[in-house]
């Protein structure tokens, strides 16, 4: 089997180097650049054989930025997917790097695991080959865990829905692993080799949602430069996942029935027919009856969206998998860090059971992290499963139980305690735990992802490393 071909423009050496060993270990063939002129005339040079099949660019770049490069791109090769990769990540360069005509936006800094796998994901959408070998994250990834009555039922459907060329509404709670369902019937079914292509409706701007569907010719409004292909133009073929289809706007659920009925529709702004065939998965975490009776949502939409209705049900309710999706996180993040995976304790998955997992399997996967990261020996009793879910309900609720003033003032009562007790290790141990809280619920918020953990908190990736390691051997 072919490899796919990945090229790198980025004028930061040390980018291009990282990323590009993170590539290759995962089996692509990489190519880097410095700049816009050096790729572009490659490319000009290049035969067929080693044309890439995807391209990393930064956006700031000496000479011509990124945003120019994507543009000189879409004329020579307009399929060739980008990612574009920028440290700016306000609104303006996202907008504009997808008007562009960029498959994804990559912020920096990025973990590499996660740059790794958007290459797979965004090379598999476009119907590439895979790495030569699995990459890091390349294992049981995307696949659905349990074995608890209603999942084996779902597991069923699944087998018989993915035959049959229906709409499919996936409904069910935040986290309940709605888009996972929609990745497992395109790949039992007979578009598998086909483009997955998924779109959140709901983390799209509303007046960009329109051409992200549907496409747009070059001049359709301001900054249309260049001709865009839609969702639906991508996903030809295959399967379009439509996530949180509740928050879609009105005229464009107008627009999409019709699309839906008819199978064919105008870019915006174009006078060419496009005719596509796509499997329409949709998800929601929504009521959408309710939002029909709120007039939020159309009766006819949801009728062609929900021939056939797969409902999720809430982690709290299959209590009977909780095992098994905890080992098999605990198992991804050993992996992810190099380390000998933690066993739970069988007070651990007492505890487990016994919450009501409000956020479901993401809930119980960052919670899995969590354990994975912070706690000290090779296996995980039922207290730190508690104090890590205790942790994460005080995080969540928005509003911590003591203000700015307050954590002063309860570190002052926490000095005092420690001067009476004599403790010669004061400012260590408050710098230590102060250290703690910021890193772990740093990561928390980011669901265990370090790089991005540390640029939030505005350190390094290497003191984040170095401040989880744990200080002193314990037991
Ligand atoms: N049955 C499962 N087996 C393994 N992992 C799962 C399962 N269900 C969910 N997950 C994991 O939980 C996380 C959330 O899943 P997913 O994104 O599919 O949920 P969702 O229902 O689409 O959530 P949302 O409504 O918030 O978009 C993902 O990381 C996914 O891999």
Redesign the pocket.
């Known amino acids: 089997m072919s490899t796919a071909r990945i090229w790198i423009v980025d004028d930061d050496r040390s980018v291009r180097f990282v990323l590009a060993t993170a590539l290759r270990d995962a089996g692509y063939e990489v190519e880097q650049f410095e700049g816009s002129d050096s790729a572009l005339r490659a490319l000009a040079e290049a035969d067929a054989a080693a044309l890439p099949s995807l391209l990393f660019t930064d956006v700031r770049m000496p000479g011509d930025d990124g945003l120019v490069l994507l543009e000189r791109l879409k004329s020579r090769m307009p399929d060739l997917p980008v990612v574009v990769m920028s440290a700016y990540t306000d609104v303006a360069s996202t907008a504009g790097a997808f008007r562009g005509g960029a498959r994804e936006f990559l912020s920096k800094p990025f973990d590499l695991d996660e740059a790794v796998a958007l290459a797979a994901r965004t090379l598999a959408a476009v119907g590439e080959p895979a790495a030569a070998q699995a990459g890091p994250t390349g294992d ?7 074995s608890s009555a209603p ?1 084996r039922e779902l597991f069923r459907a699944i087998g018989r829905l993915a035959q049959a060329p229906l709409s499919v509404l ?1 409904t ?12 497992a019937l395109h790949r039992e079914s007979p578009r598998a080799r086909k483009p997955f292509v998924a779109l ?1 409706t709901a983390a799209i701007p509303a007046e960009l949602l329109e051409s992200e569907l549907f496409g747009h010719e070059a001049g359709a409004f301001t900054g249309a430069t260049r001709r865009h292909q839609g969702r639906f133009e991508q996903a030809d073929g295959g399967t379009l996942f439509l ?2 289809i509740g928050d879609m706007p009105l005229p464009l659920q107008t627009r999409l029935l019709r699309v839906l009925a008819e199978g064919e529709f105008f870019r915006v702004g174009g006078r060419e027919l496009i005719r596509v065939d796509v499997r329409v998965v949709a ?3 929504q009521d959408l009856e309710q939002r029909v009776a709120d007039g939020r949502f159309r009766a006819d939409l949801l009728h062609r969206l929900d021939v056939v209705r797969l409902q ?1 049900p809430p ?1 709290r309710e299959r209590s009977g ?1 909780v095992r098994e ?1 905890a080992e ?2 605990l198992a991804g993040a050993a992996k992810r860090f190099g380390t000998a995976p933690k066993r739970l304790r069988p007070e651990a998955v007492e505890r487990m059971r016994a919450h009501n997992w409000p956020g ?3 809930e ?2 960052n919670l899995c992290w969590r354990l994975a990261v912070f706690s000290a020996g090779d296996s995980i009793g039922g207290d730190e499963v508690q104090a890590a879910l205790g942790r994460r309900r005080h995080v969540a609720g928005g509003t911590p139980a003591t203000t700015d003033s307050g954590w002063t003032g309860a570190l002052q009562h926490w000095v005092r305690n420690r001067l009476e007790a004599g403790d010669p290790s004061i400012h260590a141990e408050a710098l230590e735990q102060f250290d703690r809280v910021l890193l772990e619920t740093a990561l928390e918020h980011t ?1 265990g992802r370090r790089a991005e953990a540390a640029a939030r908190l505005g350190v390094g990736r290497n003191t984040l490393s170095r401040k989880l390691k744990p200080k002193r051997p314990r037991g």
């Open positions: 049981a990834d995307g696949l659905l865990v349990g999942m996936v069910g709670e935040t986290g309940t692993g709605k888009e996972l369902v929609a990745r959140n996530d949180e998800a929601t975490h999720l982690l998998d999706l098999r996180f479901n399997v993401r119980l996967e669901g």
